[in-house]
Structure formats: structure tokens, C-alpha cells
């Protein structure tokens, strides 16, 4: 059983940063992060393996920065120069690492979400 917690979301002004967090309990072989806008399908946006192997969406190279901390059991997503169109629920999630060697993993691969993160931008 894993349990995930995220943190850090807030309403910002665009341009600013967030850094967002994810605390897990058990195992967390992969955590990836994913996004959900209201009417859109949620999306994938980055992930990390256990020692710190990292992947990310195509579409979300650039601004978003996936890391981890084993000792803190958690998994951070900095998100910089944040535009509206990021306005979103953000969700951690955790799979097995077969299902993150070189891709980020699908969402009908993820065991466990978090409850989410609500991130709001403002123009």
C-alpha cells in the first residue's frame, strides 16, 4: 500500500514559480506527476524512478523539473515561468518501474494517486 500527500499549490500570478510536493508512504518505485484541467483528460508530466532516472512529456519539456529527496520519501515538481493555461489539478502518482524505463508511465498503469494540488494562474 502506498499513501500519497501533495503540497504546494497556490493561486499565483503568471510568471511566477511553484514547487510542488508529493510525501509518500511504502514503496515508491516510479512517481510520475500528472495535471487535469476542468473539461480536459488528465495528462502526464513528468517521472521519476527510484534513483533518479527522469522522464518527461513532450509537450512539457522546458518549465517543469521533476527531482526526488529517498530520504524525505518525496518527490518535487518546480514549475517555472507559469502561465494560465497551467491552471490545473496536479496529482502524484506511483507505479511500477517497469512502466517508466524510458516513457513516462500511462495512467491505466499508476496503483496510487494523491488527492491533488490545486494550481490556479492568473494572466
Known amino acids: 500500500q502506498v499513501q500519497l500527500v501533495e503540497s504546494g499549490g497556490d493561486s499565483v500570478q503568471a510568471g511566477e514559480s511553484l514547487r510542488l510536493s508529493c510525501v509518500g508512504s511504502?514503496?515508491?518505485?516510479?512517481i510520475a506527476w500528472f495535471r487535469q484541467a476542468p473539461g480536459k483528460e488528465r495528462e502526464v508530466i513528468a517521472s521519476?524512478?527510484?534513483?533518479?532516472?527522469?522522464q518527461y512529456a513532450d509537450s512539457m519539456k522546458g518549465r517543469f523539473t521533476i527531482s526526488r529527496d529517498n530520504d524525505k520519501n518525496t518527490v518535487y515538481l518546480a514549475i517555472d515561468s507559469l502561465k494560465p493555461e497551467d491552471t490545473a489539478m496536479y496529482y502524484c502518482?506511483?507505479?511500477?518501474?517497469?512502466?517508466?524505463?524510458?516513457?513516462?508511465?500511462?495512467?491505466?498503469?499508476?496503483?496510487?494517486w494523491g488527492q491533488g494540488t490545486q494550481v490556479t494562474v492568473a494572466s
Open positions: 502518482a506511483a507505479a511500477l518501474d517497469r512502466y517508466c524505463v524510458q516513457t513516462t508511465p500511462p495512467s491505466r498503469f499508476v496503483d496510487y
Open positions: 511504502g514503496r515508491m518505485d516510479c
Open positions: 521519476i524512478r527510484t534513483w533518479g532516472t527522469t
